[in-house]
């Protein structure tokens, strides 16, 4: 944390970014760093390989986003900041540009493994339940008193990576930061409502027929959904977060495991694992060069849908079959 803050000290102008498709907890530490680093009277902007989804579009009425996508040019900087990823190659076609721009790349992030990526200054904490968690720290430490958009920002990171409090990285970190946000004027329920209750109609369908679609494996402890592309088209049209997918099967007895594969359009698979017990999916998304945390992780594979089926299914009974 002490190169990090010194870092921000020192230099004037940042680019904060994350990996694609941003998450909650991506967007959330962003705008945390985005009115942290202002405060301190820094230029900063926040670019982000994608556009941001509709679920948290909320934000922009505080904090300006910008895409990739459709910026031509990138705005002056010293500094990118990677948050929630460490790996300009989870940055997309953005990562390129960063690398080619020469300005330092810094990390904060809580993933294991964080400080061996492509950040020269890392702020990293694989204990911490999210890096908006990070980001409030670091307000602590600089003695920047947290102002409204920067608290909400802060509670949809952890919101975001603990499922509203429900898995095991909801620490007493997490619960004494979400009363301290919630003291400071985070209104949750306005959060819980603009995040999931502006689903577009056909979403209940959608997740009809994904989730018609799992199977049960390895006698039950694995539980396994892929969604090819016909039915990602149906996701996309309807606009509909294939994570809510996730839930349904961790909550059925004896599943240890939960593997969502997603087709994607540009060739490849998307795979999300998720842990019940003591499975370590990190470890086993590592072996296709993925990452994450011991509970929730993801890859993108090289393979045909069908091919990432046999691989992650032998993948996981391995691990089941060591007492992982
Ligand atoms: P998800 O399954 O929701 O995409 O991701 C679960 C967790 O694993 C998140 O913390 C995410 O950042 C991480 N993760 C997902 N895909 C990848 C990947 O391809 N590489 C790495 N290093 N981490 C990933
Ligand atoms: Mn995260």
């Not at 895409?67 to 390129?96: H, I, N, W, Y």
Request: net charge negative.
């Amino acid at each position: 944390m002490t190169a990090f803050l010194e870092l921000l000290r020192r230099r004037s102008s940042f680019l904060l970014t994350g990996h694609e498709n941003p998450d909650g907890d991506c967007v959330g530490a962003e705008v945390a760093l985005y009115h942290l680093l202002r405060a301190l009277g820094k230029t900063v902007h926040i670019v982000n390989p994608d556009p941001m989804a509709k679920a948290f579009d909320f934000l922009a009425e505080h904090t300006p986003f910008a895409s990739a996508r459709t910026s031509e040019t990138l705005p002056e900087f010293e500094v990118a900041v990677l948050l929630d990823c460490c790996q300009l190659s989870r940055v997309g076609a953005l990562g390129k540009r960063l690398l080619a721009s020469g300005a330092t790349i810094a990390v904060v992030d809580h993933h294991v493994g964080s400080d061996a990526g492509d950040g020269s200054v890392c702020y990293v904490d694989p204990t911490a339940a999210a890096t908006g968690a990070l980001v409030r720290r670091l307000y602590r430490e600089l003695d920047v008193p947290l102002g409204a958009a920067a608290a909400e920002g802060v509670f949809l990171s952890l919101v975001s990576d603990t499922g509203w409090f429900r898995y095991s990285n909801a620490d007493e970190e997490v619960f004494a930061m979400a009363g301290e946000l919630v003291g400071a004027g985070v209104d949750a329920s306005r959060v819980y409502d603009a995040i999931h209750r502006r689903n577009h109609p056909d979403s209940p369908a959608v997740l009809a027929e994904t989730l018609k679609r799992y199977q049960m494996l390895h006698g039950g402890k694995l539980a396994r959904v892929s969604i090819d592309k016909p039915l990602l088209e149906r996701c996309l049209r309807a606009d509909f977060d294939t994570d809510a997918v996730l839930e349904p099967l961790r909550s059925i007895e004896g599943v240890e495991v939960v593997a969502l594969l997603k087709e994607r359009f540009d060739g490849g698979v998307k795979c999300s694992l998720r842990a019940r017990g003591d499975v370590d999916v990190q470890a086993i998304v590592a072996r296709f060069g993925g990452g994450g945390h011991k509970k929730a992780a993801g890859a993108t594979l090289a393979m045909t849908l069908n091919e990432a089926e046999a691989a992650i299914t032998d993948a996981v009974g391995a691990a089941l079959a060591g007492g992982a």
